[in-house]
């Protein structure tokens, strides 16, 4: 997957929030592309990871809030690997592949 793919498809589980936050991640990794050319099977993990990690720093530290538990973040398993997916530490089990993670409830508001 290239790098603009990995976005798209990182944009998409973000759900138009934090943009800014994407950009510098997206940034980041070209740079790491160019030191690392056979990385392309990684990208769409990392990019996640990255972007993670800046928003639960400056925005939501619960982002991707996990739809079955509702009181903690997804993690991306493999690490490093292909075939990234949004992960729930608590079951172990897939929720998505990155890019297609649904639509979250707004974390902080409850019905
Ligand atoms: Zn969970």
């Given at each position: 997957m290239s790098l603009s793919e990995a976005r798209t498809a990182v944009q998409h589980d973000l759900h138009g929030r934090w943009d800014t936050l994407l950009e510098q991640a997206a940034a980041h990794r070209a740079w790491w592309l160019l030191q690392w050319p056979g990385g392309d099977p990684y990208v769409p993990g990392l990019l996640a990871q990255d972007v993670q990690e800046a928003v639960h720093e400056r925005?939501?530290?619960?982002?991707?809030?996990?739809?079955?538990?509702?009181d903690h973040a997804l993690f991306v398993e493999?690490?490093?690997?292909?075939?990234?997916f949004w992960v729930?530490?608590?079951?172990?089990?897939?929720?998505?592949e990155v890019g297609r993670l649904p639509e979250q409830p707004r974390t902080g508001t409850r019905p």
């Open positions: 925005a939501d530290p619960l982002w991707p809030l996990c739809p079955t538990c509702r493999p690490d490093l690997g292909e075939d990234a729930c530490h608590r079951s172990g089990l897939p929720i998505a």
